[in-house]
């Protein structure tokens, strides 16, 4: 009885260990980010501040000292854009691949999701270079677009939601698509009439992937992104970092407000997530 009790002190207090490593951050953000100019740099630091100030915040909403809010609606547009792309393209390809025979499917699948153990700093420059041959061959403008980099992070996060999503198709059984086949319905009407009321926590844990990639991703809009009414959020962050004189209340809480959407959305639909994770992510 004291061994099974001891058992769950120590899981008690290892949660509470990795719990305070993973918010201690978020609490230093939100201290520094309250404190008036000059003590973010006091001897010695307290996350307590002596005389808190929604000065940082103030200034983040001014326009005229800092655009935080056409950076956050430039990440929202893209980033929203690329989740729901990322929903409209992976749910025929993951039901050919769950439903659907067809020669080499194994291999197709396989080799979809094999491209996503290559890292975007090895793809970046050839991707670059096939933008721009495909925007002259067009004659469409691409670099420094939103267009662009939605369809980047489409690409990114396309194979990794083929693969929860298949997993996760696999799971219904295959006899309620044949009744409503009976019924009359095609292929199409059995995905839009089935399978999407079916699969709501896969598709709701595929929307916060793609929403997450989209919003956190710095390399590629730092490449292809020029315009300063075009940046996105973690460009317009490191912006603001690479100042000549750092403004670690204004960084700070700047940095805690892109933080918020990632946050509530995850924590709002975290049950549908879950159970889209653990059914969609083993592979049977």
């Known amino acids: 009885m004291a061994r099974r009790r001891y058992g769950k002190i120590s899981v008690g207090a290892g949660i509470a260990v990795v719990l305070l490593a993973c918010i201690f951050p978020f609490i230093v953000m939100l201290s520094v980010s309250l404190k008036p100019p000059?003590?973010?740099?006091t001897y010695p630091p307290s996350l307590i501040p002596r005389r808190i100030t929604f000065k940082n915040y103030a200034d983040l909403f001014n326009p005229r000292?800092?655009?935080?809010?056409?950076?956050?609606?430039?990440?929202?547009?893209v980033a929203l854009a690329a989740a729901s792309l990322a929903i409209i393209v992976a749910v025929p390809g993951?039901?050919?691949?769950?439903?659907?025979?067809?020669?080499?499917?194994?291999?197709v699948q396989r080799g979809i999701l094999s491209a996503y153990m290559f890292s975007g700093v090895l793809l970046v420059v050839p991707y670059?270079?096939?933008?721009?041959?495909?925007?002259?061959?067009?004659s469409v403008q691409l670099v420094d677009t939103k267009l662009v980099l939605v369809l980047t992070y489409l690409a990114f996060t396309l194979p990794v939601s083929l693969y929860m999503l298949g997993n996760y198709f696999r799971t219904i059984p295959a006899e309620i698509e044949e009744s409503a086949m009976i019924d009359g319905c095609t292929r199409t009407g059995v995905i839009w009439r089935v399978i999407i009321p079916l699969s709501g926590p896969a598709l709701?844990?595929?929307?916060?992937?793609?929403?997450?990639?989209?919003?956190?991703?710095?390399?590629?809009?730092l490449v292809f992104l020029i315009s300063p009414e075009k940046l996105t959020l973690p460009r317009g962050l490191a912006e603001l970092f690479n100042t000549q004189h750092y403004i670690w209340g204004r960084m700070m809480a700047a940095s805690l407000l892109t933080a918020v959407p990632v946050?509530?959305?995850?924590?709002?639909?975290?049950?549908?997530?879950?159970?889209?994770?653990?059914?969609?992510?083993?592979?049977?």
């Open 38 to 41: 000059g003590d973010e740099t």
């Open 65 to 77: 000292l800092f655009p935080f809010m056409r950076y956050f609606q430039n990440s929202m547009v």
């Open 94 to 107: 993951a039901y050919a691949f769950a439903r659907l025979k067809f020669a080499g499917r194994e291999l």
């Open 128 to 138: 670059y270079r096939a933008v721009i041959r495909l925007q002259e061959a067009l």
């Open 204 to 221: 709701v844990a595929v929307f916060i992937y793609a929403f997450m990639i989209a919003w956190n991703e710095y390399l590629f809009a």
């Open 263 to 284: 946050v509530s959305l995850f924590l709002a639909l975290e049950r549908f997530m879950t159970a889209g994770l653990t059914v969609g992510g083993v592979k049977e």
